[in-house]
């Protein structure tokens, strides 16, 4: 017989959508969506590899930014949460930036990862997708987006608000180099995220199911006192009210990506190229 401690706690994954449990080893060869649907949040590894041609892409260093300049505290001080965040993710921050072919169209990819205090739009944040859209200029190749926050990060008070005009920036640049931006919609994408880049994007893509909006639903409800319609803020909700462009599936985001980019770069994309691990 095999004790309780001989099973690892991570064995199964109960799906949300469907409540049913899948053996955790089989959800890489899923790209971590549920048989019922659920597109699960992912990190910056699996979301580049699952994007670029092969999963082979060049890592992009983000660049460094003040640590603490609030010296801000709560219950902890802001510069524990930055070491447990940077622990738990293996990441600087929130931005990570590669680049790399799609279906041979060479791009830059730039992923939110929410699991890094929520995503949060802080000073790092910021300036990593601004190094991201000059690096994009400066190669004169088009920016994918891959959003996924909670908002801006209150430990940074105005100097996180600031990355909003300053992001916006960022992506008048790059219209004004004739470069495509495509935004990719992942959940949740919320607060002052959706207020600036999420939504500067010429196109946006959504994956199912993703949470997108300023104020979460429940902020809504309780401040307008009447419930939402089903699905209120969802990309399925937000497609038909023309917000969102496309919901699409995650195993057919790296194709319509491609089908995109090929139009808007002029160039013909690769379609050889065998799928991502």
């Given at each position: 017989m095999f004790s309780k401690k001989d099973s690892p706690d991570n064995l199964w994954i109960k799906c949300p959508k469907s409540g049913e449990m899948v053996f955790s080893a089989d959800l890489p060869g899923l790209m971590h969506v549920?048989?019922?649907?659920?597109?699960?949040?992912?990190?910056?590894?699996?979301?580049?590899?699952?994007?670029?041609?092969?999963?082979?892409?060049?890592k992009i260093e983000t660049l460094a930014v003040a640590k603490d300049p609030l010296k801000f505290k709560d219950d902890k001080k802001y510069t524990d949460r930055l070491k447990a965040a940077r622990s738990k993710t293996g990441q600087d921050d929130a931005m990570s930036i590669g680049i790399g072919e799609i279906h041979g169209i060479m791009s830059v990819v730039l992923v939110q990862n929410f699991a890094f205090m929520g995503g949060s739009l802080g000073m790092a944040a910021g300036e990593g997708f601004i190094q991201a859209a000059e690096l994009a200029v400066h190669r004169g190749l088009p920016l994918v987006a891959f959003t996924a926050a909670g908002g801006a990060r209150m430990q940074e008070g105005a100097l996180s608000l600031m990355q909003m005009p300053r992001t916006t920036i960022a992506v008048q640049e790059l219209r004004e180099a004739g470069l495509p931006y495509i935004v990719v919609l992942c959940d949740p994408t919320t607060g002052g995220v959706t207020a600036s880049y999420a939504m500067l994007g010429d196109i946006h893509l959504a994956e199912p199911g993703a949470?997108?909006?300023?104020?979460?639903?429940?902020?809504?409800?309780?401040?307008?006192?009447e419930k939402l319609p089903e699905g209120f803020q969802r990309a399925e909700y937000l497609a038909e009210k023309g917000m969102v462009d496309k919901v699409v599936a995650r195993q057919d985001m790296r194709e319509t990506l491609a089908n995109i980019l090929s139009v808007l770069m002029?160039?013909?994309?690769?379609?050889?190229?065998?799928?991502?691990a």
């Open positions: 549920t048989p019922a649907g659920h597109h699960m949040r992912i990190g910056p590894e699996l979301r580049m590899g699952y994007t670029f041609d092969d999963g082979k892409y060049d949470l997108i909006c300023f104020a979460g639903p429940r902020v809504i409800e309780d401040t307008i006192r002029k160039q013909n994309k690769n379609s050889s190229s065998s799928e991502a």
